[in-house]
């Protein structure tokens, strides 16, 4: 390759993915399964505990949509358009909804069709909303939680009070679904599942900080094709933490031995939040001009922490109250353990420090980054909330920022991609690069 200065070679640990999704995919079809949209994908797949229940995501479900079918996606979108469900509405919803308005999945599959939802509360507005359709479609069992944030000085019985209230929500719903679907949750399985998302949770803070050394031994994309394995019946969580140690062990030896994810990396950046799934090509438009891409905080990078004299460490991925060899033994300490280290449980915010949750001026620092890639995304704005303003406090701190436009990123009616492409010419060009191949 014309530029290259590190040597690169195909990641070991695909196969075992590719197995593992297979694996879920399975898990979750058949007619005897009950079928349900919920958050799953954020804390443990719960659901997974009862014998016949089993949960999909829209996120993942809309993005593979958009990545790996388009044309079908549109039809899907026009589909939910048509029904009063306007493009302000997030990408990933409007690709699920419009495929079950049509009533078949992009392989020509019926639609497997929701028994009941339960939608993540979130500061993205539209993920409520997920649930509303579902429901309005077909009478469905629904529950739901509270997103529990404040803005202000913090006031930590005001929090402890708020939690209390999502615990209980939470056990409330799954106590009442034993009742409504006749069957009984397995708690036993939630605690260990619980223990093995730790441990997964602070393997993956390993991997992080491995991407931190230059050449960085994996890149954003990687990580996209990572972060969603779960575990499944067929394939439980023992099977998805070897996986993951497995690429931990891998990414460890390859930066070792200078082992690059791109072989031609002088340039680092981040992006915040997702990418425009049908679009991926862009990531490789980069690595023309030696660009990597080191993640977002959507890809789960943020288990670093910076300290004030500039270092940082690799910390674990629960809360200081609950640590790794805490004990479950009751199904509230399982709830507790779910709602504490997940990215629902209580927040607070000042508003001249609104930004500061997602740290993407510590990202920078941490990853050795050079420039960042901002998305202005117009549907669903947790997407975008803030955005203008940590691209301000990049360029304060001296970073390249370069900022876009588009839909949402399951949606790409209003990305121009030629632009999208000029601008990054434009960009890297101000910056004295140009590509290998000119």
Not at 277 to 295: D, I, N, P, S
Request: proline letters at 5%; one cysteine or more.
């Amino acid at each position: 390759m014309k530029g290259q200065i590190w040597e690169t070679r195909p990641l070991e640990c695909w196969n075992l993915a590719k197995e593992i999704r297979r694996s879920y995919d399975g898990a979750i079809a058949g007619k005897d399964k009950v079928l349900g949209q919920g958050m799953s994908s954020f804390t443990l797949d719960w659901a997974s505990a009862f014998p016949a229940i089993r949960v999909v995501e829209d996120n993942p479900v809309g993005a593979m949509m958009a990545a790996q079918d388009e044309p079908f996606a549109r039809k899907a979108r026009l589909a939910s358009e048509v029904r009063g469900w306007g493009r302000e509405i997030c990408g990933y919803h409007n690709n699920c909804w419009g495929a079950q308005f049509l009533g078949h999945t992009s392989d020509g599959n019926p639609f497997p069709e929701r028994e009941f939802t339960v939608p993540f509360p979130c500061v993205c507005d539209s993920h409520i909303k997920r649930g509303q359709q579902c429901r309005d479609y077909k009478p469905i069992a629904r529950w739901t939680n509270d997103f529990t944030m404040y803005i202000g000085e913090r006031d930590e019985k005001r929090e402890e009070a708020m939690l209390d209230h999502r615990n209980y929500n939470t056990l409330k719903m799954l106590n009442e679904m034993e009742i409504v679907f006749g069957q009984k949750l397995d708690d036993e399985m939630i605690y260990d599942m619980a223990k093995s998302y730790t441990n997964i949770g602070d393997i993956r803070s390993e991997i992080a900080y491995y991407m931190t050394f230059k050449p960085t031994p994996l890149t954003v994309k990687d990580m996209y094709s990572f972060f969603q394995l779960r575990p499944s019946p067929k394939m439980g969580p023992d099977v998805l933490a070897k996986f993951w140690e497995s690429l931990r062990d891998e990414v460890k030896w390859r930066v070792e031995n200078k082992i690059a994810a791109v072989g031609t990396e002088r340039f680092r950046w981040l992006e915040a939040h997702p990418p425009p799934w049908h679009y991926l090509k862009y990531y490789r438009y980069m690595e023309q001009y030696g660009a990597v891409c080191l993640g977002s905080q959507y890809a789960n990078l943020r288990e670093l922490l910076i300290e004030p004299d500039g270092s940082y460490e690799v910390r674990s991925y629960t809360e200081p109250a609950f640590s790794a060899d805490m004990e479950l033994t009751t199904r509230e300490d399982a709830v507790r353990f779910m709602t504490t280290p997940d990215a629902r449980s209580p927040r607070h915010w000042k508003i001249e420090e609104y930004i500061e949750p997602y740290k993407l001026n510590d990202m920078m620092k941490i990853y050795n980054c050079d420039g960042a890639l901002l998305g202005l995304w117009r549907a669903g704005v947790g997407c975008t909330l803030t955005r203008k303003e940590q691209a301000i406090r990049l360029r304060e701190e001296g970073y390249s920022v370069m900022v876009y436009e588009g839909s949402q990123p399951g949606d790409r009616v209003d990305l121009d991609e030629k632009r999208l492409l000029e601008q990054l010419d434009t960009w890297m060009e101000s910056l004295g690069f140009r590509k290998f191949e000119d």
